[in-house]
């Protein structure tokens, strides 16, 4: 049998975004700016799939919001609205207590784990989001971060014949080939469920190699992270498809719930009756405080698990050194 892929040494923590790093939704800097009212954008969100529905058309009502951005941007509403833009905004996005630098405590663990640094361990960071991934690249999380999965828009779709033989339109106007005067169209548009298959490309290991199709067939063996060496950790019951995936597979899940909210607590305590969620703690990553204390033993002992499986590997294919007759 060929060698492993990879040596599945690194401890995944998945993070969702909105309501688990941040106490609200990431696109508050982009109503601030352009002084929208964000509950009334929300309401009307929410009414999007009735008022379409009338017309025999469904939209998903995770990234339908995508789709009414845009619609502010082509009304005048949003001016100007690029991705540059949107990165921009994203360093105004307000965190939870004690991040981002919970991210790098976190890492630290390891230090706590005999043989981890001699077994090369490491601990990687991913953002798997429903919001906008240019904001999360322009928030402060960012340096702290291996790896983002979340929206994306176009700026300016190429027209009709743009790559017609012999004809290149290699004119335009000042500044790039075609105008650009904000978000025009959705690129990638990530729903609570199509999360999963972020999961499953780190698990592959699709975003170390681009060359790896996410769906294709793979030895557990060959997997860059084992399902078992995941953390996912969300807010509530909307990521309840990725709890299940990474707990199905033997992962963790944690869930964050609103220390000020009593409805909060019993939301993420009924996730943990049913099963869906292993543990859960408050929203605040200070240092000391009960979830980073959490977290941390965890990384710990999925730490702990990989570093016996070496040892024993070394056992099994190591022989013992030959001795001297009656040493």
Not at 117 to 141: D, K, N, P, Q
Not at 153 to 177: C, H, K, N, R, V
Not at 224 to 239: K, T
Request: one cysteine or more; aromatic letters at 8%; glycine letters at 10%.
């Amino acid at each position: 049998m060929s060698a492993p892929l990879h040596s599945q040494n690194v401890v995944a923590l998945i993070w969702d975004f909105d309501k688990t790093l941040i106490p609200g939704y990431m696109q508050d800097p982009i109503f601030e700016e352009y002084r929208v009212e964000g509950p009334a954008f929300w309401r009307e969100v929410n009414a999007l799939p009735s008022f379409f529905a009338k017309t025999g058309i469904r939209v998903h009502p995770d990234t339908c919001y995508l789709n009414h951005l845009i619609t502010y941007v082509q009304h005048g509403r949003m001016p100007g609205l690029t991705n540059a833009k949107l990165r921009d905004l994203g360093a105004r996005i307000r965190f939870h207590q004690g991040l981002p630098d919970c991210l790098r405590l976190l890492r630290e663990e390891l230090g706590r784990v005999e043989d981890a640094e001699r077994f090369e361990l490491r601990v990687e960071h991913y953002i798997v989001s429903t919001g906008i991934r240019e904001m999360i690249e322009g928030s402060a999380i960012r340096p702290f971060v291996d790896g983002i999965w979340a929206s994306e828009f176009i700026e300016a779709p190429p027209p009709p014949g743009y790559d017609s033989a012999g004809s290149p339109q290699t004119s335009g106007p000042p500044g790039g080939l075609f105008p650009v005067h904000g978000i025009s169209q959705v690129a990638v548009a990530y729903d609570n469920t199509s999360k999963t298959r972020a999961i499953f490309e780190i698990n592959k290991g699709v975003n170390k190699d681009p060359g790896i199709d996410v769906n294709a067939t793979m030895r557990a063996e060959d997997r860059r992270v084992p399902f078992s060496h995941m953390i996912y950790i969300a807010d509530g019951p909307s990521d309840v498809p990725a709890f299940s995936v990474i707990r199905q597979n033997g992962g963790t899940a944690f869930a964050v719930y609103d220390d000020a909210s009593e409805a909060s607590l019993e939301q993420v305590e009924r996730l943990r009756k049913d099963g869906r969620i292993d543990h859960f703690g408050p929203a605040d990553f200070r240092a000391g405080g009960p979830t980073l204390k959490w977290l941390g033993l965890r990384i710990r002992q999925i730490a702990g698990a990989m570093v016996d499986q070496r040892r024993e590997a070394l056992k099994d294919r190591v022989g013992s050194a030959p001795r001297h007759l009656g040493a």
